[in-house]
């Protein structure tokens, strides 16, 4: 389980979702709820910055055979996007959360003894 911070600077390796209404720039397939990794970023863009996503093996296992299809046939790669840094979120990974939490606990039960 995950959830959104929107408040969050966006910077490369943070994992990103992208927002409700987002259409890919190509073939406007609705890309609402896509997840991956900002591997990138291209600050000359206006009028905001572009962030290069890497999907997550998530979005790529429920990605449509079409859409690959289509990429495919445009000499596009389908594991990467460009999109605006406004038409996605920071989101936090729960599981990442509980791992930390997990870490901090079994640290603190050593220094703790």
Not at 95 to 101: A, L, V, Y
Request: with cysteine.
């Amino acid at each position: 389980m995950s959830t959104v911070n929107k408040d969050h600077k966006l910077s490369i390796g943070d994992k990103v979702v992208v927002n409700k209404c987002v259409s890919d720039p190509d073939f406007g397939s609705d890309l609402s709820g896509w997840s991956g990794i900002i591997n990138s970023f291209d600050t000359t863009a206006e009028p905001q910055r572009l962030v290069e996503i890497y999907w997550d093996k998530t979005t790529l296992s429920r990605m449509p055979k079409k859409y690959v299809r289509k990429c495919e046939k445009s000499n596009l790669n389908h594991e990467i996007m460009w999109l605006y840094e406004s038409e996605v979120d920071f989101m936090i990974s729960e599981e990442k959360d509980i791992q930390n939490n997990s870490l901090i606990n079994k640290i603190l039960s050593i220094f703790s003894k």
